[in-house]
């Protein structure tokens, strides 16, 4: 008979923690037991799995005992806290947040790029940011057939990256300026007004100048590569879209690929749709790939400024493969 797993997902009512709950619905994972854990003002709620539903515990240090996996998606710091203690229940934890990515001892994964670090873990496997996810998905094959020696992106991500007080944000906002009143910002949240507008930071600056956030994917992309020599640089957006991040990539290959060559290597990988008739406006957008499992990849030319260079836009669901779906994807392999 088919082993069947006591599942606790942390973080259940947070926008990732649902969508957890939507891809474990589908996915081949037999759940024995689904224990829900947020913080203490969560319980008392209750939320739907597969037509039943289960009341929301509040996180506490004894609630991992018999446990087998268990997805996070909580702040760093509360990460830091109880991942530990998860595992020393003898639980595997797969973290959503940036607490462990960077840790050499923390398998960093992404299941169509590198799977087979699974088995390195030691109770801590971390999932990576959401715009480093549909990159590297992306990267892996090319990088396999060409070498990569150098990456420039852009990213356009969407305000659920920052968690539902930002999708409400950006509701509010847009709300207020269509009814011909000004906009309220709530710099908690987000720095500027969003509504009608874009704005290139995403987390804090750091000494170099470049945002966190942008340095998460020049480590973590390299990490994941296993490639330190990559040379990367990035410029995060954000702007008003509720859901799927975008990027436009410049990639300088070792060996020279083709657009042509680069569209049917995509074609066959794992996890990607290419989307790429231009001329018939039929390219990847962000609301496209809402709620879809896939990465989407488009706009694949030879850069006339490069003679071993590609532009590809991609796009994909931060919310699913940018967080839920790929950790879901990491448990089903363990």
């Known amino acids: 008979m088919k082993k069947r797993y006591n599942l606790a997902v942390v973080g259940a009512t947070g926008a990732v923690g649902q969508e957890m709950l939507k891809v474990l619905e589908k996915s081949s994972l037999s759940v024995n037991k689904l224990r829900l854990l947020a913080s203490k003002r969560s319980v008392g709620r209750s939320l739907k799995f ?29 990460s830091k806290k109880f991942s530990p203690l998860a595992a020393k229940s ?17 398998p960093l994964v992404v299941p169509e790029v590198n799977p087979e670090t699974i088995k390195k873990h030691r109770g801590i496997i971390a999932n990576p940011n959401c715009s480093t996810i549909q990159l590297v998905v992306t990267l892996k094959p090319l990088y396999d057939a060409a070498g990569i020696e150098r ?19 950006l509701i509010g906002q847009s709300k207020s300026v269509l009814a011909g009143r000004e906009a309220q910002v709530n710099k908690k949240i987000l720095p500027h007004q969003i509504a009608f507008n874009l704005f290139p930071q995403i987390d804090i600056f750091l000494n170099n100048s470049y945002s ?56 066959k990988a794992p996890g990607i749709k290419v989307i790429d008739e231009p001329a018939k406006s039929k390219y990847p957008t962000p609301l496209l790939a809402e709620g879809k499992d896939f ?26 493969k940018g967080a839920a779906l790929n950790a879901v994807q990491i448990a089903e392999i363990l």
């Open 151 to 169: 990456l420039v992106i852009s990213t356009y991500q969407a305000v659920s990256g920052w968690g539902k007080e930002a999708v409400d944000e």
């Open 90 to 106: 003898g639980a595997v934890v797969i973290d959503n947040s940036n607490a462990f990515r960077m840790d050499k001892n923390v």
């Open 295 to 320: 990465t989407y990849v488009g706009r694949i030319r030879e850069d006339i400024s490069h003679p071993r260079a590609l532009n590809l836009w991609i796009v994909s669901d931060n919310l699913r």
């Open 212 to 267: 966190k956030e942008e340095m998460k994917m020049v480590y973590e992309t390299r990490k994941i590569l296993e490639d330190n020599s990559l040379k990367i640089t990035s410029t995060c957006v954000r702007v008003p879209v509720l859901i799927s991040h975008s990027e436009a990539v410049n990639i300088q290959t070792k060996k020279k690929l083709t657009a042509q060559k680069a569209r049917q290597i995509l074609k």
């Open 50 to 78: 597969k037509g039943s539903r289960f009341k929301v515990e509040e996180l506490k240090k004894n609630s991992f005992s018999g446990i087998d996996i268990a997805l996070f998606s909580i702040g760093a710091s509360l």
